[in-house]
């Protein structure tokens, strides 16, 4: 008998730090009739160790051992059970409980630098995810240098009559449009600001950067940033800004392809300065791209002279850091080499401990590979934290029905590979610039083939309020979760649209869905409340149907099934009312007796 999750069985739970003394309790069923027990460890610790005989315990043998892993790194382990007839192979079940069978899956121990610390002021709080084109304008005259500006309250383009897509519509939304804002967002519980790019570029999402020194002027000026940076401060939030180091725009200073810029760019001349820092493979038309999109260049991954620039004395996040920005949040960072994340966590860290690293990651970061990598993310010397889309889907599926076994089984080894600083630090998410609109998700309807189509889809009233129930109880659900809530603008007003750009469509302010609004207000002021219970250890259960997640001085309770589950009488702070059971696809939020 083993279970990974309960400290009688294991401590620490989850990770450790290298050299942390690790206890291990091993019961063995005396019908076995064993001889002796062993761990056997392998990844970044390669060890057989026999266990110790403590004492007999009823049905069971207890067997104990205490080690330690002396390097950071991912050991994964298993048991063997010597008895007279052969060994006995004990492996993991989902839920990380033992079971005896050959070849069954292994036991995760993520080990982390002793050390590692992680910036405080984030745990417990709140993000606002801002598309900066799209959040918020007060009108200055200014226009894009290139494409076109639109009205507030016009749609998206999704393709020229030719079919291209050059992300040349903007809506103006600027710096000042978020300075008039922040009164709104004060009143979500907002204690961090996720801007996505602001720097000068072509485009309307600016991850095609053009001057990683300048902002971009439709979205303003470095002194109304600055001024936004101090206003934001002085309410206790944040400003975290996208870090787009993998690529940069074809039309920038750097790439220069069209020759708008007065430098010699790469495209332009092999004696350019910035030509290493590109692959060529065919001078000047063929070069690598991220995902082969032409207009955004990848930056060759071991290029000194970029990481020199990015992360160098007085190089792009000195000079941002410099104005004060409290993090990074680093786009498609898998696709940077390691060498160059730990240089850029350094440059983070010469500004306070307290800024912040987030990494955008898709799956569980723990175990990460790419380029034939074994990624270090979480090991202490990279990333605070990363953007936790593994619990996005785990919401998304049990708020549509799934059962909650399956959702404590997805998030709970996530929590259980994570440590706890980095977790603390996670972006806790259900929609972001880069997927379908939660509630337009949520809906579970067949989405439309065309581009076009999904621009002018929208759902029907009754699909609208069936989604729109299900956004609410994933929001209560993703509140309550470890890390840090990210909340994508306008998905609090259960904005709709599919895909990019779709997903990007204005914030509807003065049409907003109020009651909506008025919910995630709630969630906020709960969490603003409540803030050091958002920070302690927990795990989600399943309860008769029902999961359960519980907080030193709250619980929430949601049932995905289509019938009400009783619970004992609580006081929800959702409904301000004594409940005694929760209704179908709805959840509960209660003081704890």
């Known amino acids: 008998m083993f279970d990974s999750k309960d400290t009688r069985f294991k401590t620490p739970f989850g990770a450790a730090s290298t050299d942390e003394k690790i206890t291990i309790n091993f019961f063995a069923e005396k019908r076995r009739e064993p001889k002796g027990v062993f761990m056997v460890i392998r990844g970044a610790l390669s060890a057989r160790i026999e266990l110790e005989k403590v004492r007999e315990d009823g049905e069971y043998i207890h067997y104990s051992t205490e080690f330690s892993v002396p390097s950071a790194g991912i050991a994964y382990f298993r048991f063997e059970i010597s008895t007279d007839y052969g060994f006995l192979f004990v492996g993991r079940d989902r839920e990380g409980k033992a079971i005896i069978g050959d070849w069954l899956p292994e036991w995760q121990l993520t080990v982390y630098e002793k050390g590692y610390s992680t910036p405080e002021w984030i745990k417990g709080g709140l993000i606002y995810h801002i598309f900066a084109d799209r959040f918020a304008r007060v009108e200055d005259n200014r226009k894009p240098r290139f494409g076109y500006l639109k009205g507030w309250n016009e749609d998206v383009e999704v393709h020229k009559e030719d079919g291209s897509y050059d992300a040349d519509d903007f809506f103006g939304g600027n710096i000042k449009g978020i300075l008039s804002r922040l009164d709104y967002l004060e009143s979500l519980g907002v204690t961090a600001i996720y801007l996505s790019p602001i720097f000068e570029s072509s485009s309307n999402h600016r991850y095609d950067t053009g001057d990683y020194f300048k902002v971009d002027g439709l979205f303003g000026t470095e002194e109304e940033f600055k001024w936004l940076i101090d206003e934001c401060r002085s309410r206790g939030i944040g400003i975290i800004l996208d870090g787009v180091f993998n690529h940069t725009g074809w039309d920038s200073i750097y790439f220069n392809k069209f020759g708008r810029y007065p430098s010699l760019g790469a495209y332009q001349s092999p004696s350019s300065p910035y030509h290493d820092w590109f692959s060529f493979y065919h001078f000047p038309d063929g070069y690598a791209c991220w995902w082969g999109v032409k207009n955004v260049p990848s930056v060759k991954r071991d290029s000194k002279g970029f990481q020199d620039f990015i992360a160098g004395r007085g190089g792009v996040i000195d000079k941002w850091a410099s104005l004060g920005v409290s993090g990074w949040r680093l786009d498609v960072v898998d696709e940077l080499s390691s060498d160059f994340v730990k240089r850029i966590r350094c440059a983070v860290k010469r500004h306070g401990e307290e800024s912040l690293v987030i990494g955008e990651v898709w799956e569980d970061a723990s175990t990460k590979v790419s380029y034939g990598e074994r990624r270090e993310y979480l090991l202490g010397k990279e990333l605070d934290g990363v953007m936790n889309y593994p619990f996005r889907t785990a919401i998304l599926a049990f ?97 709709e649209g599919c895909e990019d750009p779709m997903n990007r469509r204005p914030y509807p302010w003065g049409s907003q869905d109020k009651e909506t609004v008025e919910f995630y207000k709630k969630l906020g002021q709960i969490r603003k409340k409540y803030r050091p219970d958002f920070i302690a250890h927990t795990l989600a259960k399943a309860e008769g149907g029902l999961l359960k997640i519980e907080r030193p001085s709250l619980v929430l309770y949601a049932n995905s099934s289509p019938r009400p589950a009783p619970i004992a009488p609580s006081y929800d702070l959702l409904s301000g009312k004594t409940v005694y059971e929760v209704a179908p696809g709805e959840a509960v939020i209660c003081t704890r007796q």
């Open 399 to 495: 708020v549509k029905g799934g059962p909650a076994e399956d959702f404590c089984a997805k998030v709970n080894e996530i929590i259980e590979n994570y440590p706890k600083q980095s977790l603390d630090c996670c972006m806790t998410l259900i929609g972001t610039h880069d997927t379908v609109r939660a509630v337009t998700e949520l809906a579970g309807v067949p989405l439309p083939h065309t581009k076009k189509e999904r621009r002018d889809f929208r759902l029907a009233p009754e699909q609208y309020a069936k989604a729109k129930k299900r956004l609410m109880t994933a929001a209560a659900i993703q509140y309550f979760l470890p890390g840090v809530p990210s909340l994508y603008y306008g998905d609090e007003t259960a904005l």
